[in-house]
């Protein structure tokens, strides 16, 4: 059973162009979590995703930055327009569907690393 | 509120010797974990402790959790190089986005061989 899959594990942009993350969780899992780790910094809840869902988008940056978990496929953290300050590590996290009030453990992947030039 | 603050930011010890970290936090929680993260790499988890719960070991590992102070350790014993990381302790609370987990800054923990 493949762990939580990101790609690419880099990507380096020049500021102005638009990146792509991509993630496929675990199998059986449907819940997918965004995570951002600025350079010394420890990571940072951005948006929690069920199929075709947004849950919650509450640590997510209001502009430019969107996230989709379709039917089919990886979920995409997409960022438009990037500047030097999106530059950090981009993670991915899945879990199980579970019961009402069990804790559902997240399970992380690799992770994308963005440079912006 | 920031949840999840380590302490030392870093720690450097020969190999054979305990590692002790520790995270506070400010708020109520379900459970707290210690993971831990290589250099460029992602986060591998360590360990999860419940709130109910004082104390866990897994292996050369043993997580304290004190609930009214709002603080957890996590010793290493008998280090080893490859224990040379980065630990980050999260935190989950009560309630609506309890999936929410709360990453301190980190430990940055050397081994030395």
């Known amino acids: 059973n493949a762990g939580v899959m990101q790609n690419p594990r880099h990507l380096v942009r020049r500021r102005g162009q638009e990146a792509r993350l991509r993630c496929s969780p675990m199998?059986?899992?449907?819940?997918v979590y965004w995570y951002r780790q600025l350079p010394e910094e420890g990571l940072k809840f951005m948006v929690y995703l069920q199929k075709e869902n947004i849950i919650d988008e509450s640590g997510m940056p209001k502009e430019r930055f969107s996230a989709e978990f379709p039917k089919e496929g990886p979920s995409i953290l997409r960022i438009q327009q990037v500047v030097r300050g999106d530059s950090a590590a981009y993670f991915c996290?899945?879990?199980?569907?579970?019961?009402?009030?069990?804790?559902?453990?997240?399970?992380f992947g690799p992770g994308t690393r963005l440079t912006v030039l | 509120s920031q949840q999840g603050e380590e302490d030392p930011q870093a720690l450097s010890i020969q190999e054979g010797e305990n590692a002790t970290m520790n995270c506070s936090y400010k708020t109520s929680i379900n459970n707290l974990q210690w993971y831990r993260q290589n250099s460029g790499r992602g986060l591998v988890h360590l360990i999860l402790?419940?709130?109910?719960?004082r104390e866990k070991h897994s292996g050369r590992l043993r997580v304290t959790l004190d609930t009214s102070k709002k603080s957890s350790s996590l010793l290493i014993t008998a280090s080893r190089a490859a224990d040379t990381a980065s630990y980050f302790c999260?935190?989950?609370?009560?309630?609506?986005?309890?999936?929410?987990?709360?990453f301190g800054k980190g430990t940055k923990l050397s081994v030395i061989p």
């Open positions: 996290a899945s879990s199980p569907m579970i019961a009402s009030g069990a804790y559902n453990e997240q399970f």
């Open positions: 199998k059986g899992h449907s819940h």
């Open positions: 402790i419940r709130s109910n719960e």
């Open positions: 999260a935190t989950d609370a009560p309630g609506a986005g309890s999936y929410q987990l709360t």
